[in-house]
Nanobody, 121 residues
Framework: QVQLVESGGGLVQPGGSLRLSCAAS????????MGWYRQAPGKQRELVAA???????NYVDSVKGRFTISRDNAKNTVHLQMNSLKPEDTAVYYC???????????????WGQGTQVTVSS
């Protein structure tokens, strides 16, 4: 069984910083893409940032220049450094991993439980 465990959410003032972390554990053959999504109340879940195993990056336009995603392939961990936070960044942030359990299986997505990020004065 695969588990994605997130940490690092919380309450921060506008302009502040937070760092989210996520660790994938279990019997995993290979993790391909890891990323962070967020969902604000009344809105659809959206991709915030993603990183492939070869470190190709993808960011939603609204966070470019403020957020940085990174990963440790050996530990199956992914981090999201969030700087210059704005009230509109307030949401539940979910870790996502696209991976294979064994060499013969297809890839599938796994999700963390979500961590709340609130940006407010």
């Amino acid at each position: 069984q695969v588990q994605l465990v997130e940490s690092g959410g919380g309450l921060v003032q506008p302009g502040g910083s937070l760092r989210l972390s996520c660790a994938a554990s279990g019997s995993i053959f290979r993790v391909y893409v890891m990323g962070w999504y967020r969902q604000a109340p009344g809105k659809q879940r959206e991709l915030v940032a993603a990183i492939t195993s070869s470190s190709s990056l993808n960011y939603v336009d609204s966070v470019k220049g403020r957020f940085t995603i990174s990963r440790d392939n050996a530990k199956n961990t992914v981090h999201l450094q969030m700087n210059s936070l704005k009230p509109e960044d307030t949401a539940v942030y979910y870790c996502n991993a696209n991976l294979k359990l064994t060499i013969g299986t297809t890839t599938r997505d796994y999700w963390g439980q979500g961590t709340q990020v609130t940006v407010s004065s």
